[in-house]
């Protein structure tokens, strides 16, 4: 009822207002992908903060792994809610 609706309410608002870390550079390696990923692991894991995130970005072959293996890692953690992830179309 009103409880369930209200506390549904507070959790929109919640949402809305969480941080929200974007990577808008190509997946290469001298844009350093390893660091941003360490950085949004130590994010989550040391300082236990709960944010939105979107990669994007033009995808390379060369780093397509580090991209995909840390997707596969930051599915596992709670906190973080994964907006987007690939290229988007301008």
Known sequence: ????????????LIENKKLHIVWAHRWEHDK?????????E?????F????KLSVLGQQSESVMEVFENA????LKRHRITILHWGEVES
């Not at 236990?48 to 944010?51: A, D, G, T, Y």
């Open 48 to 51: 236990e903060l709960s944010f």
């Open 42 to 46: 130590e994010l989550h894991d040391k």
């Open 71 to 74: 997707r596969e890692q930051i």
């Open 32 to 40: 350093d992908p390893e660091l941003f990923m360490r950085v949004i």
């Open 1 to 12: 009822g009103r409880i369930q609706e209200t506390q549904h309410r507070q959790q929109s």
